[in-house]
């Protein structure tokens, strides 16, 4: 069964607004990432944030990590068109594999 | 999609026959992963290489097969395609760096119709 799950499943808002996404996971992690697809394609490496970590910053994405929640949250600040995609986040529990959720679609209008 | 191709890319097939998708891999990484993806799953794995020779199964492995001869090369095979097994599928890599770190790169997908 999936490890983690996003909320919302969907959301909708205006270019140069906040995006803000939740993951929540059932079982000890070594580390969590987030991901990007847009339409029709592969998933794309986004962030990672180890479990010792508590706020992982790259560019316009902040991800925060509450280990004692097993959650954690994906912001995208001044959203631009092209976040419009879908968002997965994923567990590392250190066994070769990640768990990935059933992912939050993202879209900004104009 | 940095060094890896899955092919075909679409395929149509019916019932009751095998397929075979191809992952193939330029980056000599270790770790392969075959995954499908379908309406409000996610991602689910299948199987997955940590070397050559070297496959486990996923969490939704039954009815697919897959082998791993060369460190580049990962076939996924459906024995006997079944409706339920239509899908998108992704080829993903990694190598394994340290006991924390496990970043995959996606292959760009195989949309597989079973009618």
């Known amino acids: 069964s999936q490890q983690g799950e996003e909320d919302p499943q969907a959301l909708s808002i205006q270019e140069g607004e906040n995006a803000t996404m939740n993951c929540s996971y059932k079982t000890s992690i070594n580390n969590l990432q987030w991901y990007r697809q847009n339409s029709g394609r592969g998933l794309v490496h986004l962030i990672l944030i180890r479990s010792n970590e508590r706020e992982k910053h790259s560019g316009r994405l902040r991800v925060t990590l509450d280990t004692s929640k097993k959650s954690s949250s994906l912001l995208i600040t001044a959203s631009r068109a092209a976040d419009t995609a879908s968002y997965f986040c994923a567990t590392d529990a250190g066994d070769y594999k990640l768990s990935f959720g059933a992912g939050t679609t993202v879209t900004v209008r104009a | ?115």
């Open chain 2, 1 to 115: 999609d940095a060094g890896i191709t899955q092919s075909p890319r679409h395929k149509v097939t019916e019932t009751g026959t095998p397929v075979t998708l191809r992952c193939h891999q330029t980056e000599n990484h270790r770790y392969m992963y075959w995954y499908r993806q379908d309406p409000g799953h996610g991602l689910r794995l299948i199987h997955y290489s940590y070397g050559v020779k070297d496959t486990d199964k996923g969490e939704v492995s039954d009815g697919y097969s897959v082998s791993r001869s060369k460190t580049e090369d990962f076939l996924l095979t459906l024995e006997s395609a079944t409706s339920s097994q239509t899908s998108v599928y992704f080829c993903a890599i990694s190598e394994w760096a340290g006991s924390s770190y496990n970043e995959q790169f996606f292959g760009p997908g195989t949309r597989l119709t079973v009618l």
